[in-house]
């Protein structure tokens, strides 16, 4: 009998399933680079999810605090919003809308304004305390200057008691602390007014810069730098003008011991309120991105690396060309979710960018309308039309779901060459009770698109000990995780992972990775 051989399959023509994993885009959302060369870790988008070490979750919602805050039979926009910081005693939160002022630490209906009749809601407060006691500060350039000392408010001009004389306070728009004393800004000038040391009123003295700016403009905004990650005697006092010129001074007493470190250009300031300290350094909100003014110093204006926003400058450059004349620019850290939040007044909503400040990777949160923000005993505030909401608190925005869109970085797992054809995929998430909706999918080739392939909720009521199997029961009081294979269906070179969720009752969702499995084919 003759043997014939096998007849073996060519090998040319197999089609075998590989497997790969995609890390959560920890590294976070990525405006810079081209789609097609997006480094691993990086998001096309990453919306209402905050990139954490190992893994991204979901924003947290806001509820209603303070409500009906109206101008008329119109809800009043509130812009701007403050906490009294005393030594000791109790914080307070205030809410300027309209031409009112409003206390507004208590949940509930607004109630009536401690102050009325004031030009516009847009005012810049410093918290301040002396030997006499701890105070707000607050200017506009058009109203007398604003003092509380922790029990009413009083309009400071040059015959009130405590008065202000040599300047008239309707004119000051800006004012900062350095060292101790109260510094002022006064609209339309390049001049600074400060009072003696541990004083904000009496006879101001000015400090005009005028002789060191090239470019003219008027100053915006002022503050204190510091190299040491402290307050001290070492700080520097930093002014930009409105076409973005920045001085640095050293010094104590302007009268006797100033001496100019230098003078630096940036991209033109957006908003008096561009500057925030953030550690050691000062930011400033700018046409060029956030810059820190410790790498101002040490760089060239347009040198790759000044701006902490240049992973998203694709996105930063098209916000301040639409709306930098929006009101409602602001940084605020809140540093209890180590969280530095830059607020973008966009023309219908507002947004905002949103940075972790321990990794320095960058996301984007939606349906928050803030104009403003504010932290009081370790809560986040913002300020609206017509209500001051609590940010950072429960699942859902008041009466909407909060939804959460990731488009992680398109990869072509080590082969530009070949097609590659996904057959299955796994994301590897966690919740501690099922969402309201997880759609998940595979964008092919740089076409995003909505995903379509629902996650099969999995129940969060635990599984008893010693009843379950090892492995795949879920112990009760632990979080859920979802780590099944599903359907994925993809032609493409380029392949990414897009997943899109809603939440009712969840009190967090999170993702930390997603393996896909697919075939690799032949180059076309």
């Not at 006691?133 to 009413?152: E, H, K, M, P, Q």
């Not at 973005?244 to 001496?259: I, L, M, N, R």
Request: proline content about 3%.
């Amino acid at each position: 009998m003759m043997r014939t051989a096998a007849r073996r399959t060519n090998p040319a023509r197999a089609r075998v399933v590989t497997t790969s994993s995609q890390l959560a885009p920890v590294r976070g959302w990525n405006a810079r680079d081209g789609i097609a060369n997006m480094e691993p870790g990086f998001a096309v988008t990453l919306d209402n999810w905050f990139p954490l070490t190992a893994e991204i979750r979901m924003r947290k919602g806001s509820a209603e605090h303070v409500t009906d805050i109206m101008a008329g039979v119109d809800p009043a926009e509130v812009e701007t919003l403050i906490t009294y910081k005393p030594q000791s005693g109790s914080q307070s939160l205030w809410a300027w809308a309209d031409d009112s002022i409003y206390n507004v630490t208590s949940a509930g209906a607004v109630g009536a304004a401690a102050v009325t009749g004031l030009t516009n809601a847009r005012w810049q407060v410093v918290n301040f305390k002396t030997s006499g006691g701890d105070f707000l500060i607050a200017v506009n350039g058009a109203d007398d200057l604003r003092l509380y000392n922790g029990a009413t408010w009083a309009a400071i001009n040059g015959v009130s008691v405590p008065s202000i004389t040599n300047v008239n306070t309707n004119t000051l728009v800006h004012v900062f602390i350095f060292k101790e004393r109260a510094y002022y800004i006064q609209e339309d000038t390049l001049t600074l007014w400060y009072a003696a040391a541990g004083a904000f009123a009496g006879a101001l003295t000015s400090f005009p810069i005028r002789s060191y700016i090239q470019s003219g403009g008027y100053l915006m905004a002022a503050g204190s730098w510091t190299r040491d990650a402290g307050n001290g005697p070492d700080d520097f006092l930093v002014a930009i003008t409105s076409e973005g010129e920045v001085v640095v001074y050293s010094g104590t007493d302007p009268a006797s011991d100033f001496a100019l470190v230098g003078v630096y250009r940036t991209g033109k300031p957006i908003g008096r309120r561009c500057m925030i300290k953030f550690a050691g350094d000062l930011l400033i909100i700018t046409t060029d991105g956030v810059i820190p003014m410790s790498r101002l110093v040490a760089r060239e204006r347009k040198e790759q690396g000044v701006a902490v926003t240049e992973i998203i400058q694709g996105a930063m450059a098209d916000a301040v060309s639409a709306y930098s004349a929006n009101f409602g620019w602001e940084l605020f850290l809140f540093s209890e979710a180590n969280m530095l939040l830059l607020n973008v007044p966009v023309d219908t909503e507002q947004v905002q960018f949103v940075m972790n400040t321990f990794t320095k990777a960058w996301c984007r949160f939606t349906d928050w309308p803030a104009n403003c923000f504010a932290e009081l005993n370790g809560e986040l505030y913002f300020g609206m039309a017509g209500e001051v909401r609590k940010g950072w608190t429960g699942v859902q925005d008041v009466d909407e779901l909060v939804r959460a869109e990731a488009v992680f970085n398109f990869t072509y797992f080590g082969d530009r060459a070949n097609l590659k054809q996904t057959t299955l995929m796994r994301p590897i998430m966690r919740w501690d009770t099922a969402p309201a909706s997880i759609k998940v999918g595979i964008d092919a080739d740089f076409n995003v698109q909505a995903p379509t392939s629902d996650i099969v909720s999995v129940s969060s009521a635990g599984s008893t000990w010693d009843v379950a199997e090892w492995d795949e029961g879920f112990w009760g009081g632990e979080p859920v995780v979802r780590s099944n294979w599903l359907t994925a269906c993809a032609i493409g070179y380029a392949l990414s992972f897009h997943i899109v969720v809603e939440v009712t009752q969840t009190t967090w969702v999170s993702l930390s990775s997603v393996d896909i499995a697919y075939k690799r084919g032949s180059t076309l």
